[in-house]
């Protein structure tokens, strides 16, 4: 009997340090604030240095496609995102990986206590779309998806 309820406690202690290893809010993801000078579409900024960051988790129309068109709810996208962040104070959280394919860094942006990924995404302007292995805020920014595909908001009611 002591030797099961010691086994609990172990086995309880192992998991715990796990999931808050785990956790998108454990103490040793980098944090950094810079001043966003640029807001070249709805899911990507330059920041002071000349830095292009890449917003994790969301995809946005884009403002000129491969095609050299634009796509519906791109312009709204990227005027929402230049008033939540342009000549703004953001803080930059990393995930897993450090930059994408095009060099630009991969991070969620937060201005205080606004997470900016998802106020795109539940206000129509972006859709959840993780790819793997910068996962940290998947659930929550399908949750907000959900919320604005159900409340019919921004591209989810004009695209």
Known sequence: MKRTII?????SAIGLFVF???SPTRSDQRKESYRVIR????DTIEIEGGKRIRYIGIDTPEIKNDKGAVECFAQQARDKNRELVEGKMVTLLK???ETDDYGRLLRYVFIEDIFVNEVLVKEGYAKSTPIAPDIAYRNQLFESQKTAQTRKRGLWISC
């Open 20 to 22: 808050s290893f785990l």
């Open 39 to 42: 807001v070249f579409d709805g």
């Open 95 to 97: 995930d897993v990986s």
């Open 7 to 11: 086994l609990l406690l172990v086995g």
